[in-house]
């Protein structure tokens, strides 16, 4: 019988996976630098967790905190290409969001929008934006847009304002860019297209 866990990564293995899936399973402008999520994680407010089976990683799913707020960010989720379809994902993200939902906890994560005007992208952000659906995720009713990605935030837990959920994501984001001029360039919370 296989035994799966799910538990904190190494630095070791962090690295590891950066470099052997992290760039594939994510655009390059999605993607921050390694050095930027060892010195968070050294920090103490990002967790990167790997889902294991007989010690094979399967899939890995990292969280960014603010102290003290009481939803965490989903920054990076996925599940390795051979996993992938066979209800891996969708079992660990309900294992998950319960797991961080206790205490009165929520999780929030950024979804891209799918108007990029390429089908097949586009199909892609609408198939993640239904796998957050289908466990549980609400979409909320505010966007934000960051290094130039816009995105449509969702989350899971108990009931919160827009405004407070926005706050908690300004105050994760300005942990990690402090420089006002920087995150005034190229962060957004929330984000009002143009168009609209």
């Not at 889902?51 to 990292?62: P, Q």
């Not at 066979?86 to 969001?97: A, C, F, H, T």
């Not at 934000?144 to 009931?159: L, N, Q, R, S, W």
Request: with cysteine; aromatic share 14%.
């Amino acid at each position: 019988m296989s035994e799966r866990t799910f538990r904190l990564l190494t630095v070791e293995e962090l690295k590891q996976l950066y470099s052997e899936h992290m760039k594939r399973d994510f655009p390059p402008d999605e993607l921050k630098p390694l050095s930027t999520l060892l010195k968070m994680t050294e920090d103490g407010v990002y967790d990167p967790y790997g889902l294991w089976e007989d010690g094979v990683l399967m899939a890995y799913a990292f969280y960014w905190r603010y102290n003290g707020a009481p939803y965490v960010m989903l920054d990076y989720f996925a599940v390795l290409p051979q996993y992938r379809n066979q209800g891996v994902g969708s079992q660990l993200l309900r294992e998950m969001l319960e797991q961080f939902c206790q205490d009165g906890g929520g999780v929030f994560g950024e979804v891209e929008i799918p108007d990029s005007g390429d089908e097949a992208v586009d199909d892609l952000r609408r198939r993640r934006l239904g796998f957050y659906n289908r466990a549980g995720m609400r979409t909320m009713g505010f966007r934000t847009k960051v290094f130039g990605v816009p995105y449509i935030i969702i989350a899971y837990g108990p009931e919160i304002s827009d405004e407070e959920l926005a706050e908690i994501d300004r105050k994760i984001y300005k942990s990690a860019f402090p420089d006002t001029k920087f995150y005034d360039k190229h962060i957004f919370i929330p984000y009002v297209p143009e168009e609209m």
